[in-house]
């Protein structure tokens, strides 16, 4: 990661401003959706980019949350010290499950895993006789998770203590898709072989879906981050992470000069350009080139030519006044919002966010443009 913002030999690079009060905004929206469930947190990939440390001790603080996922064992164990002692009654659930490798790491660092086969279930009740774990069936998704099949031997296997049986929906995003229903109802004939355990089926898009899919447990990612879970925007979703970069220089174009590489972008009048410090080495990806919008000083201008891997350039000529060098430019955030900006560049929100590179400053405020620390 780049230097911090405490760092006074801070590079005048990219920047993520992260509003941790709207990340809680919209835990509590979530809740208020599925008011039945406990809210968990996946904070995977770094809590998709924004940095899992000071998302989950957020999330912990403001937002009661108790119950964390992540992808990989180092990964919880990262999550365990960053959460510290005074978070230490937190669970931390990990989705890829143990190696025989791992087992240490989830004793010491107190993780629990989700267990997808028979042989992550033998090698955990072996390794830690009774000790919670969440089963994970796969009911129709066809990536992780054991097959129905497995449930009765899973059932009946000494020491496995599950806490919960969880599922993933393959078409959350489209709430009309009758897959839905129909894992839904896979999930509910699995579930009545452990009467004990607690149930998850939903990520974000299942927690704005209707009750019958709340279960004990959702487990949201990306509405927490600011990004719709469907396949089109969703006001619920409060903004979180707005991606900036100030301006380097700006140059005037006669007509018929171009810009950048390849020389894609050709001026067909006096143009004003602006050159910013952000490209797609940094996240800004280059299927954007020719389509995507930044905001200028509140106004959305668009992008000219290709973007570069430390620049991109925009038109600024239509502003009412000329920017000037150091000024910033958003490329998603308050101005635009996280799924357009996805769409104008050809990628997927969760794709925007985790591909937020290492030189973006992650920058933590509580509120819009009030400056804090995470901790
Ligand atoms: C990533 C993931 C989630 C979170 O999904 P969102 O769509 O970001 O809310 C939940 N459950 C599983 C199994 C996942 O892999």
Known sequence: MRASSENENRDQGPWVEIDLAALIANYETLKRAAPGATMSAVVKCD???????????????????????????????????????????????????????????????????????????????????????????????????????????LAAMKELAPTHVMSHLAC????????????????????????????????????????????DLIRPGIALYGGSPF????????????????????????????????????????TRIAVAAVGYGDGAPITGSGRAQSAVNGVVVPLAGRISMDLICLDVTGLPAAPAAGDAVELFGAGIRLFDAAEAFGVHSYELLTGLGARVDRRYVWGPGEAGSGE
């Open 172 to 215: 959350g995003s489209d709430p009309s898709d009758p897959k839905n229903a129909a894992q839904r109802d896979e999930f509910l004939e699995v579930a009545k072989l452990f009467p004990g355990a607690r149930l998850s089926l939903s990520a974000s898009a299942g927690a704005l879906m209707d009750a019958s899919y709340h279960f």
């Open 231 to 270: 396949e089109k925007d969703d006001a619920r979703i409060a903004p979180v992470a707005s991606f900036k970069a100030p301006i380097l220089q700006l140059r005037e174009l006669a007509p018929g000069e171009t810009v950048g590489y390849g020389a894609t972008f050709c001026a067909t009048r006096k």
């Open 47 to 153: 809590a998709y980019g924004l940095g899992a440390a000071d998302i989950s001790r957020a999330l912990y603080d403001k937002g009661a949350c108790r119950e964390f996922f992540v992808t990989y064992p180092s990964e919880g164990v990262a999550l365990r010290a960053a959460l510290g002692e005074k978070r230490r009654d937190a669970t931390i659930y990990v989705f890829n499950g143990p190696e025989e490798t791992d087992i240490a790491a989830f004793g010491e660092a107190k993780l629990t895993p989700v267990l997808n086969s028979i042989e992550q279930a033998s090698l955990w009740a072996k390794a830690s006789p009774n000790a919670s774990s969440i089963l994970h069936f796969d009911t129709g998704i066809n990536r992780l998770g054991a097959p129905l099949e497995d449930a009765g031997p």
